[in-house]
T-cell receptor, first 111, second 114 residues
Framework: NAGVTQTPKFRVLKTGQSMTLLCAQD?????MYWYRQDPGMGLRLIHY???????AKGEVPDGYNVSRLKKQNFLLGLESAAPSQTSVYFC??????????FGSGTRLTVV | GENVEQHPSTLSVQEGDSAVIKCTYS??????FPWYKQELGKGPQLIID?????GEKKDQRIAVTLNKTAKHFSLHITETQPEDSAVYFC?????????????FGKGTHLIIQP
């Protein structure tokens, strides 16, 4: 039982490149979230999903796209990376009663 | 949506002393207030939460208090130990309920001095 697994753990991109971050969960949870964490800013919600085939915008969605084709996977895409997207990205699932289980994060640097 | 303010941003206490972190929230309809602990290089982990129908909840050395009238809640850690050193986040539910995600405070870096 791995819980929430994020891949990759680290990545360096050049400005304008694209990439996809994968979040996989083995707990059969309906709700999944993508957050970004920046120094002094806490965790900010990018996009979320309340079930397979659904997605919705969070607080800071610009520059990102998401897909939830399978219940266990939630993908976060950057179509054209910018230095402002340098951050640590966390995926989370809602465990029932509003509690979250977080992945270990993806550290992304855009140069 | 919900707005959560957290203070202080850094807190240094002597090992064995108590630590208190405070948060305020804006949405009077909010009914769930969790606290997360994040150790270096890891994702946040839920350590305790409280719902609006109670004023205090304890779990060993950790307690959370809620004042709905003043719209603030606090994390109390007693008999602090070196392993308590971490960043702590409070959060509140966004207006759409639990499905719409949590809004987090900006975090408190707790340092336990030996």
């Amino acid at each position: 039982n791995a819980g929430v697994t994020q891949t990759p753990k680290f990545r360096v991109l050049k400005t304008g490149q694209s990439m996809t971050l994968l979040c996989a969960q083995d707990m059969n949870h309906e709700y999944m979230y993508w957050y970004r964490q920046d120094p002094g800013m806490g965790l900010r919600l990018i996009h979320y999903s309340v079930g397979e085939g659904t997605t919705a915008k969070g607080e800071v969605p610009d520059g990102y796209n998401v897909s939830r084709l399978k219940k266990q996977n939630f993908l976060l895409g950057l179509e054209s990376a910018a230095p402002s997207q340098t951050s640590v990205y966390f995926c989370a699932t809602e465990t029932g009663g509003y509690g979250y289980t977080f992945g270990s994060g993806t550290r992304l640097t855009v140069v | 949506g919900e707005n959560v303010e957290q203070h202080p941003s850094t807190l240094s206490v002597q090992e064995g002393d108590s630590a208190v972190i405070k948060c305020t929230y804006s949405d009077s309809a909010s009914n769930y207030f969790p606290w997360y602990k994040q150790e270096l290089g890891k994702g946040p982990q839920l350590i305790i939460d409280i719902r609006s129908n109670v004023g205090e909840k304890k779990d060993q050395r950790i307690a959370v208090t809620l004042n709905k009238t003043a719209k603030h809640f606090s994390l109390h850690i007693t008999e602090t130990q070196p392993e308590d050193s971490a960043v702590y986040f409070c959060a509140g539910i966004n207006s759409g309920g639990g499905a719409d995600g949590l809004t987090f405070g900006k975090g408190t870096h707790l340092i336990i001095q030996p």
